[in-house]
Nanobody, 121 residues
Framework: QVQLKESGGGLVQAGGSLRLSCAAS????????AAWFRQAPTKEREFVAA????????LYTDSVKGRFTISRDNAKTTVYLQMNSLKPEDTAVYYC??????????????WGQGTQVTVSS
């Protein structure tokens, strides 16, 4: 089992930045890919970014390319999402996930509780 806990969300003005963190505990020695998803009110949960266990590969949804950066620390216990040039449409609950890799929610077995990001115009 892997437990995930997000932090770093909050309220920011459009054009601002936030950095989300996801701390993993439990079986962190397992080679999981990590990802960030988000869910806005009345919408389905959507893929944002993913990173492989070795951090050798990353993947982003088109709407965040060039603005968001996913990374993980050398100990492989924390994953980050640096979000720059934030837009009101980025407002959502952001979830950290661990799993095999991919852009679908079904690719990931473990999920955090989520952290709210609100971008004001």
């Amino acid at each position: 089992q892997v437990q995930l806990k997000e932090s770093g969300g909050g309220l920011v003005q459009a054009g601002g930045s936030l950095r989300l963190s996801c701390a993993a505990s439990g079986r962190t020695g397992s080679r999981y890919a990590a990802a960030w998803f988000r869910q806005a009110p009345t919408k389905e949960r959507e893929f944002v970014a993913a990173i492989t266990w070795t951090a050798g590969s990353t993947l982003y949804t088109d709407s965040v390319k060039g603005r968001f950066t996913i990374s993980r620390d050398n100990a492989k216990t924390t994953v980050y999402l640096q979000m720059n040039s934030l837009k009101p449409e980025d407002t959502a609950v952001y979830y950290c996930a661990a799993g095999v890799w991919g852009t679908k929610t079904t690719n990931y077995n473990y999920w955090g509780q989520g952290t709210q990001v609100t971008v004001s115009s």
